[in-house]
């Protein structure tokens, strides 16, 4: 299984990116991705999260600071997660991490990165 993320860049505040991570390697049935960040000399914190191949459609989970503004979506015949990113601020500037949980939905631990058994090497969003 690979996760490969792509996307980031700098970009001026108030200014938005998408995010793009093709996994590869795996089709399951259930089970849910998320999208993590990681700013210098801070922890790995949760950013959103989706459950996909969902019979009935899965749900998306949020920060709650980042909901108003940040957008997870999926397109399963891509095998392709996004993350779509408006009025971009310079407490956003982290790398942005993709990942993969292949055996649950996501559930009220999403935002927790043990759930995740793969992991995209990142991304870098810089917002100046």
């Known amino acids: 299984v690979q996760l490969v993320e792509s996307g980031g860049g700098s970009v001026q505040a108030g200014e938005s990116l998408k995010l793009s991570c093709v996994v590869s390697?795996?089709?399951?049935?259930?089970?849910?991705m998320g999208w993590f960040r990681q700013a210098l000399e801070a922890e790995r914190e949760g950013v959103a999260a989706?459950?996909?191949?969902?019979?009935?459609?899965?749900?998306?989970y949020y920060a709650d600071s980042l909901k108003s503004r940040f957008t997870i979506s999926e397109d399963s015949a891509k095998n392709t997660l996004y993350l779509e990113m408006d009025s971009l601020k310079p407490v956003d500037s982290a790398t942005y991490y993709c990942?993969?949980?292949?055996?649950?939905?996501?559930?009220?631990?999403?935002?927790?990165?043990?759930?995740?058994?793969?992991w995209g090497l990142g991304t870098q969003v810089t917002v100046s």
């Open positions: 990942a993969l949980d292949r055996f649950a939905g996501c559930g009220g631990g999403w935002s927790r990165p043990s759930k995740y058994e793969y």
């Open positions: 390697g795996y089709r399951g049935t259930t089970n849910c």
């Open positions: 989706i459950e996909t191949n969902y019979l009935g459609g899965g749900g998306t």
